[in-house]
C-alpha cells in the first residue's frame, strides 16, 4: 500500500489550472518536507516546489515561477500543488515526496527541490497539456 497518494491530474488546454492533491495520511514515520517533481518523457526529473511541515518554502524555479503555488494541510497531512496557466510544457507525470530526515531549529522551516533531499514518493499523476 503506497504511502503517498497524488491525485487531480488529467487533460487541460493551454491556459488552464489544475490542482494536484498528496495525501500523505498513510505515512507512517514523521516527515518534514513536502516535494512535488514532474519529468517528462526524456527527461530528468525536476522540483517544481516544496513545502515545509511549519510552512517554509523555497523558491520555484524559473520554469514555474508566478504560475505554481503549494500549500497544505497539516493536520490532514494534505498537500497541494495549484498549477495556473498551464503550457505544454508542463506536460509530465507529477509527483509528491516526503523528506523524513530529522531536523530542528530554523531547519524545521526550510525544504528543497532536490531529488536526493526525499526519501518517499508516491506513483505520480499524469498531467497534460496539448499543444
Known amino acids: 500500500q503506497r504511502q503517498l497518494v497524488e491525485s487531480g491530474g488529467g487533460l487541460v488546454h493551454p491556459g488552464g489550472a489544475l490542482r494536484l492533491s498528496c495525501d500523505a495520511s498513510?505515512?507512517?514515520?514523521?516527515?518534514?518536507?513536502i516535494g512535488w517533481f514532474r519529468q517528462a518523457p526524456g527527461k530528468e526529473r525536476e522540483g517544481v516546489g516544496c513545502?515545509?511541515?511549519?510552512?517554509?518554502?523555497?523558491d520555484a524555479p524559473e520554469s514555474v515561477k508566478g504560475r505554481f503555488t503549494i500549500s497544505g494541510d497539516n493536520a490532514r497531512n494534505l498537500w497541494y500543488l495549484q498549477m495556473n496557466s498551464l503550457e505544454p510544457g508542463d506536460t509530465a507525470v507529477y509527483y509528491c515526496?516526503?523528506?523524513?530526515?530529522?531536523?530542528?531549529?530554523?531547519?524545521?522551516?526550510?525544504?528543497?527541490?532536490?531529488?536526493?533531499?526525499?526519501?518517499?514518493w508516491g506513483a505520480g499523476t499524469q498531467v497534460t497539456v496539448p499543444s
Open positions: 498513510r505515512f507512517t514515520l514523521n516527515y518534514y518536507a
Open positions: 515526496a516526503v523528506d523524513s530526515t530529522p531536523r530542528s531549529g530554523s531547519y524545521l522551516y526550510t525544504c528543497g527541490l532536490g531529488r536526493v533531499e526525499y526519501d518517499t
Open positions: 513545502i515545509s511541515r511549519w510552512g517554509g518554502v523555497t
